[in-house]
């Protein structure tokens, strides 16, 4: 009796399990059919999204900006402060009327003008507005790719690129062309030559930074920045002008940290000018502009 009950359990089962099986089978088939497959991959066009608008801002403080900010504004408003500035000159008395008709249509003296002094307040403090990098490939008159590893040597040292960090005055690595040709070098009009890239705001900053901490207590004897002779005028173009500008050998760019942790990239390293613009004009600009720049601890000597 109880062999036979036990039999008719098995064969139950057995008859169980394909129902389920055939049940199951049958909804995948049902889910199928209602919701079939794409046969093709439909890409998004670009109105289906709308990408937000990212400004990126400082990841990091600046350095060398809050000590100039917090320290150097002060010494310099101290050092380059002059009193008689600040008083209204006098009224210049009125030309002498002509006597004759030609003194009346006679041409003024071709005389330059000279942009006149600043009276130093807190608005007018020595500053950086900007510090321009150049240089020159000479063998680019021949190969214009050879122009690539100052490109690309330019771009580590600064970090510039076109637009970037969010800011639109970064115009990144530019390649400069001759304006004119010279046919002792087999130069042509038009041709690249150079490199330059221009900095402002931070990104200055961090320059001064690494070129004063990093470059420049490195290379070896090295005296420092010439400055002219105290015979030289004080109104000479150049030193109102409030430019200074000075070069650095090949060797130089090598030590900056973001070229000296993967030198093998660079085949070959040149060398460079630079030229570091302040707010200043007129008289003792130039004087003004090395103070501003001693602050940063760039050494400079007589000739």
């Not at 998004?44 to 900006?65: F, M, Q, V």
């Amino acid at each position: 009796m109880a062999s036979s009950s036990f039999r008719s359990a098995v064969a139950s089962a057995s008859r169980a399990a394909p129902c389920r099986s055939s049940t199951l089978n049958l909804a995948r088939r049902t889910y199928a059919k209602a919701n079939p497959k794409p046969t093709t991959i439909i890409s998004p066009t670009p109105e289906d999204y709308d990408l937000p608008e990212i400004h990126l801002g400082n990841d990091h403080p600046s350095r060398y900006r809050q000590y100039y900010e917090d320290t150097l504004q002060e010494d310099l408003m101290y050092m380059t402060y002059n009193h008689r500035l600040t008083y209204k000159k006098p009224k210049e008395p009125e030309p002498p009327k002509p006597l004759t008709p030609y003194e009346a249509n006679r041409a003024p003296a071709q005389v330059n003008l000279r942009p006149r002094a600043k009276a130093i307040t807190y608005a007018t403090i020595p500053k950086l507005e900007s510090i321009i990098i150049h240089s020159m490939v000479k063998e680019a008159i021949t190969n214009k790719q050879q122009l690539l590893n100052v490109i690309m040597a330019l771009r580590a040292i600064t970090g510039e690129a076109p637009g970037g960090g969010g800011r639109d005055a970064s115009t990144g690595v530019q390649v400069v062309r001759a304006k004119q040709g010279a046919a002792a070098w087999k130069l042509r009009e038009g041709m690249p030559v150079a490199a330059k890239v221009e900095l402002k705001g931070d990104a200055m900053y961090d320059f001064v930074q690494s070129l004063v901490d990093f470059v420049l207590p490195r290379l070896r004897e090295y005296p420092g920045v010439p400055i002219a002779p105290v015979s030289g005028s004080h109104l000479k173009s150049n030193m109102i002008g409030s430019v200074v500008s000075f070069g650095l050998p090949p060797i130089a760019m090598g030590l900056f940290p973001q070229i000296e942790g993967n030198i093998d990239a660079y085949p070959r390293l040149h060398g460079f000018h630079m030229y570091f613009k302040t707010n200043m004009k007129g008289e003792h600009a130039e004087m003004w502009a090395r103070n501003l720049l001693t602050g940063f601890r760039v050494p400079f000597y007589r000739q």
